[in-house]
């Protein structure tokens, strides 16, 4: 796919990864719908192939804003054509963006593709309660949540809020049908405060299964896969998020035995998730010990929870499934939020040590 940074000078046209006038090469039918994609110029979770599929069902065209973008915002949006495109689409972070918000309101169809809402109920987040009050007074906008809790909640704040689940980026993870030498095993961050939970619980079982706690190098996919591929047991930690992250379906991709947090209901109704079918859920760390050892006595059903899961993930939760998912929930036409009272904006909006 074809990416663009914008640089300090005025930028020309974005650069389009579309394939024709309807989303696919001689297709007849009415035109179809053209998004542009605004995107974190660095990420450790590209969305390459998310883009790359939605490009196949309409015209996508797609800039990346690095950080003098993220610094300057409102000049930054000023210098782009948004009356060309139908939505505009922005894979971005609203903590990121800060108090610079108010200069989305200027961006019209618009669609915010927020991976960190889960933050929303997480207490020790400085964003703990403070999303939904962001978005409201954006204005005109849908919002795009990738938990159902979040959605719901949202949704009965008066705003416009759909939610698209993180799924695995299949062109960057797969099993790579190798040797495992790593029995139990944890890899991604628990040092930022928003962790604090799950790095209690890791600690809690550490010792009893012997986990390896592993970090790669931020964008080293391919380093990651190979890490994944070395792992018997994936231990996901997800405490309190509300929602599957990206990591589970990685690990379920890379053929791990999947050990998660289990979150809502509604969570693993919607993903097609099953209790000891696709992975082993757990509510706290005696379960967890409990459900590893059985598995880890058991490699036959081990082996078949591995398969199911990686099956089913492959089926259902990548990247390009997201994307067609994605084109059908930014079609409706978007409704405006409904405006915040003036007690909201004095406690979500002008408090002091929020926007420290």
């Known amino acids: 796919m074809n990416k663009r940074t914008i640089k300090h000078e005025p930028p020309s046209p974005p650069e389009s990864v579309s394939c024709g006038e309807t989303g696919q090469p001689g297709a007849e039918g009415p035109p179809a719908m ?5 995107a974190k110029g660095k990420t450790g979770i590209p969305q390459t192939t998310l883009w790359e599929a939605l490009g196949r069902l309409c015209r ?16 930054a949006l000023r210098r782009l054509d948004f009356s060309r495109y139908d939505r505009v689409v922005l894979d971005q972070n609203i903590r990121r963006i800060g108090r610079q918000y108010p200069a989305l309101r200027a961006v019209p169809n618009l669609v915010f593709l927020e991976q960190d809402a889960c933050q929303h109920f997480i207490p020790e987040s400085r964003w703990h309660g403070r999303y939904e009050a962001v978005f409201r007074d954006i204005g005109r906008l849908r919002v795009v949540v990738s938990n159902r809790t979040c959605e719901a909640a949202f949704r009965r704040g008066g705003l416009d809020c759909v939610c698209l689940a993180k799924a695995v980026d299949e062109k960057a993870i797969q099993n790579l049908h190798q040797p495992r ?25 550490r010792t009893p299964l012997g986990l390896e706690m592993l970090r790669t190098e931020s964008g080293d996919t391919a380093g990651y896969n190979r890490l994944l591929n070395r792992m018997r047991f994936f231990v ?5 998020m509300n929602e ?7 690990a379920m991709a890379a053929g791990c035995v999947l050990l998660a947090q289990r979150q809502p209901a509604l969570e693993q109704e919607a993903l097609g998730f099953l209790d ?9 760390a005696r379960e967890l010990i409990e459900k590893a050892e059985r598995l880890r006595r058991d490699p036959a059903l081990a082996d078949r929870i591995a398969a199911r899961g990686q099956a089913l993930v492959l089926d259902r939760h990548t990247m390009s499934r997201r994307a067609a998912e994605l084109h059908d929930l930014i079609q409706p036409p978007i ?10 904006r004095v406690r979500h909006l002008w408090s002091r040590p929020f926007w420290r």
């Open 34 to 38: 053209k998004v542009l994609v605004i």
């Open 60 to 75: 996508v065209e797609m800039v990346e804003f690095g950080e003098w973008e993220m610094a300057h915002y409102a000049e």
């Open 181 to 205: 030498d790593i029995v139990f095993g944890y890899v991604g961050r628990v040092n930022h405060a928003v962790y604090t939970r799950r790095r209690a619980l890791l600690e809690q079982v």
């Open 236 to 240: 996901s930690a997800d405490v309190g």
């Open 244 to 250: 599957y992250m990206f990591k589970n379906f990685e």
């Open 276 to 284: 000891m079918e696709h992975l082993a859920l757990y509510e706290d």
């Open 335 to 344: 409704r405006s939020a409904r405006a915040l009272s003036f007690a909201e």
